[in-house]
Every structure is written in C-alpha cells, then in structure tokens.
C-alpha cells in the first residue's frame, strides 16, 4: 500500500540527537518512498531508501533549479514566485549552468592540494587547542574548536581577510540557523552579499595568492565571482563546524568507540567517514521532476518535487548493517553524506582534512575530555536549519 507521511518532524526524539526524527526512520520502515503533502496542497514524495536517493541525485530528469522550488516542504509561501538563483550560485543550477561555475574550481578542491593544506590545518587546530587548554578546563566546543577550525581554513583558502570573519559569519549563521525571521533572513544574506561584492572588487583589483583571486582571471564576471565565493563560504563555515562539534559530542556519548579510536590512529580516516554516515548533518535535498518518471514503483509527475531524506538513506537497513550503530570499524562505505552526482560536495577532500586533524589532536590532546553538563542539555539545532548540530557543547577535563 501507498504510504503517506502528513508532517515533516520539526524535533528529534528525547535522548536520541545522533538518529533521524523517529517518524523519518517510520516511513523508510514502510517503503523508500512515501507520498506528501506540502502545506500548500502540492502533492509531492519523500524518499527515505538509500538506492532511490542516490538514483535521484544522479538522474537528471530531477532539477536542482530554484525557480522550480516553489513548493516549501514545512511553509505554506502561497502562489510566490520563485526567482531563479543568482549568478554563482552554482548549488541551485542544472547543467549546462551548473558546469559553467563549477568547472574552474574543481582542479582547486582535489584530493592532492587539500591534502598539501594537512600541515597548515594541524597547525591552526594546535593553536586552538593551546587556547582552549589555556582558558581550561573548560570550553564551549563550538566557538573555541569547532567553528573557529574551518572559518580560518576557509578565509585563507580564498582569500579573505581572517579579521573581516566577524562582520560575515554572523550573517552566514542566520540564514543557515532555522531560526530567524524572513526579514532577518534576507538583511544577513544582503549583507553577505554587499560584503562579497566588495572582496571581489578588491582581489580584481589586487590579487592575492588565493581561489578567489585566481578566478578573476577566468571568463565569471564579479557578480558570478560573488555567488561563486557565497557557497564556498557558507558551505565550508557551516557542514564542517557542525561535523567537528556534533562528531565529538557522539564519540563523547559512545566512549568505547572514542577509546577505540584513541588507541589506534589508523582508524581516523574510517571513522570520519562513519561519523558522516552517522550524523548526515545534511539532512535533505529537494528535486523537482522535469519528466514523468517511474521510480520505486510509482510514477513522479513532471513538476512534482521530491525531498530526498539523506539521514534515513544513511541508516537505511537495507543498505547498511545494524545502521543505527555507530562502528568506527564499519567496512559498509559507500554514505551519501556528500551527496552524489554532479552536486556532489566539491569541498569534501577538504573537509576530510579538517576532520582527520582536529578530530585526532582533540581526542589524544584532551584524554579526560568529557560533556559538562547532562547530555540532554544540550541546546540541538532545530530540524529546520539547512545543517543539523549542536548550538554549544560545553566540555570539561581534568588538569
């Protein structure tokens, strides 16, 4: 039988933050698909099975166009007319667009220049672990290791100026948080904007060894350039902080799995990836049908808009054995945590990086590290943010 599923969850349940709300985990136990009804009468799907989403994202008979995305899976916008995105904004582009953007900077994100980067990132991650052991023994995970790691990465990366970060993360915090107003919404992403316009003036003007600059020799004009810098930014600030903050507040929650990795370091790199399939902190996408097509069973409707449930595709059963554990040994690969197709994460090498070297030299730096309050204290970030995470994690050691 056809299930539906009437409401997107807006919480997790009590006790479980690592696992998808429980009514997502219900409809992949039904089937991976289920139908819904947005809230403004459009009759839609939700798919929750791993080979549907990743047939999906892969199929381009589904669009990642913004003009299409006028049905919002939780709000009821009424008739609003979507614009399509902005030039730049590669994330919510079809081809031939899409590559048009994307193409110059994938020689810059390979698995060989990020990891050249290994040195400079073990060199920030130790400074800020000096800070943390010196403001001791105690912190909030988040604004003195988690956030901080990535943001310095980044800004160096394409260029921006580390002391400019204050006037452009706090902007980049509240359009990706899920909890401010439209009005709030827009003044941070305008501002953002007026920011990045006014750095690619200036690396036209005066370029600097960076990816920003060196795209200014390319053909993208500035206001391209200026779309181009706002995904890189607010995708390199927002996914890896949350992994860094979220993954340690899950290893502190599975201590055999955090001893485990403390004593043999060749786990790293599988456990970073386990604690991306674990935690998907990206927890959907949504694709509209360009055609009729048959899937699971079903016929999706040209213009019908699909959201696609990565965290249960990451647990899904079928897929992944005993999914709802967390094993930093587990041989099953193959998560969909930086999406897959032609949007799959360009950033992914470079959050590898971050993640092999702070996760490492937090754990061995800190081997008392542990929560400072009741785990179910800690203030989660709501379902409706772009990026799942913690909103703080206070931590503790002994001296």
């Known amino acids: 039988m056809e299930h539906t599923v009437t409401t997107l969850p807006t919480a997790r349940q009590p006790g479980c933050p690592f696992d998808p709300p429980k009514e997502l985990i219900d409809a992949r136990e039904h089937g991976p698909i289920s139908r819904y009804p947005f809230p403004d009468g459009h009759q839609g799907w939700l798919v929750t099975g791993y080979d549907l989403v990743r047939s999906i994202l892969a199929d381009p008979r589904f669009s990642s166009r913004k003009e299409l995305m006028s049905h919002h899976p939780t709000i009821d916008y009424g008739d609003i007319e979507v614009p399509p995105a902005p030039p730049g904004e590669f994330l919510l582009m079809d081809e031939p667009q899409h590559s048009r953007y994307r193409k110059p900077l994938v020689g810059k994100f390979t698995v ?22 010196k403001a001791g023994p105690s912190a909030d995970l988040v604004t003195a290791f988690a956030k901080p790691i990535p943001a310095i990465v980044i800004c160096e990366l394409l260029g921006v100026p580390y002391e400019d970060r204050g006037s452009f993360q706090g902007h980049i915090d509240k359009f990706l948080s899920g909890e401010v107003s439209d009005e709030e919404l827009i003044a941070a992403y305008m501002a953002t904007q007026q920011y990045l316009a006014e750095l690619v003036a200036a690396k036209r ?46 290893l502190l929650r599975t201590p055999a799995q955090l001893a ?140």
């Open 260 to 399: 485990a990795l403390r004593a043999d370091p060749t786990l790293t790199d599988n456990a970073v990836e386990e604690l991306m399939r674990y935690l998907s902190v990206a927890k959907q996408f949504v694709r509209v049908a360009l055609e009729d097509v048959e899937l699971g069973g079903h016929t999706i409707e040209a213009g019908t808009t699909v959201i696609l449930s990565l965290n249960t595709a990451n647990r899904d059963p079928e897929r992944f054995t005993d999914p709802h554990v967390l094993d930093l040994r587990r041989q099953d690969g193959g998560h969909l945590a930086f999406g897959h197709g032609i949007h799959q994460c360009l950033g992914q090498q470079l959050a590898r990086v971050e993640m092999r070297a702070a996760f490492s030299a937090l754990i061995n730096r800190f081997p008392t590290l542990r929560l400072a309050v009741p785990a179910e204290e800690i203030a989660l970030r709501p379902e409706t943010a772009d990026i799942y995470g913690v909103k703080s994690l206070p931590v503790t050691w002994d001296v």
């Open 112 to 133: 060989r220049r990020m990891r050249l980067l290994t040195e400079r990132v073990e060199q920030i991650t130790a400074e800020h672990l000096d800070a943390m052991e």
């Open 205 to 250: 003007a005066n370029p600097t060894d960076d990816v920003l600059s060196d795209l200014t020799d390319s053909d993208l004009t500035n206001e391209e350039l200026r779309g181009v810098a706002l995904i890189l930014l607010a995708a390199g600030l927002d996914t890896t902080a949350n992994m860094l903050a979220l993954g340690t507040f899950a």
